[in-house]
């Protein structure tokens, strides 16, 4: 049964940070680019970073750059968010995406974690 469970999800204030995790099973975790989206009210979901299955390329967003940090552990199975610097406009339900290397339409997703920055 494939899972991929966030946590890490707060109420934070304006220049604080947090940590997001994702724990992945039953897929072959290796094989898979790891990506947070994030989706806030009354937008699309947007990517906010990537990491390839070995770690070797990494994309962000251009709004996060510098303030997020994406990286895994493939003997966890985890892909981990660090955010620093939050911003209000970073509130959103953060989600965790595996994306097959080989296959990009075979994909699964997580069930999100709510990030909200306000004071």
């Known amino acids: 049964q494939v899972q991929l469970v966030e946590s890490g999800g707060a109420l934070v204030q304006p220049g604080g940070s947090l940590r997001l995790s994702c724990a992945a099973s039953g897929f072959n975790f290796g094989l898979y680019t790891m990506i947070w989206y994030r989706q806030a009210p009354g937008k699309e979901r947007e990517l906010v970073a990537s990491?390839?299955?070995?770690?070797?390329?990494?994309n962000y967003a251009d709004s996060v750059k510098g303030r997020f940090t994406i990286s895994r552990d493939n003997v966890k199975n985890t892909v981990d968010l660090q955010m620093n610097s939050l911003k209000p406009e970073d509130t959103a339900i953060y989600y965790c995406?595996?994306?097959?290397?080989?296959?990009?339409?075979?994909?699964?997703w997580g069930q999100g974690t709510q990030v909200t920055v306000s004071s």
């Open positions: 995406n595996a994306q097959n290397t080989l296959r990009a339409s075979v994909q699964y």
């Open positions: 990491i390839s299955n070995y770690g070797r390329r990494i």
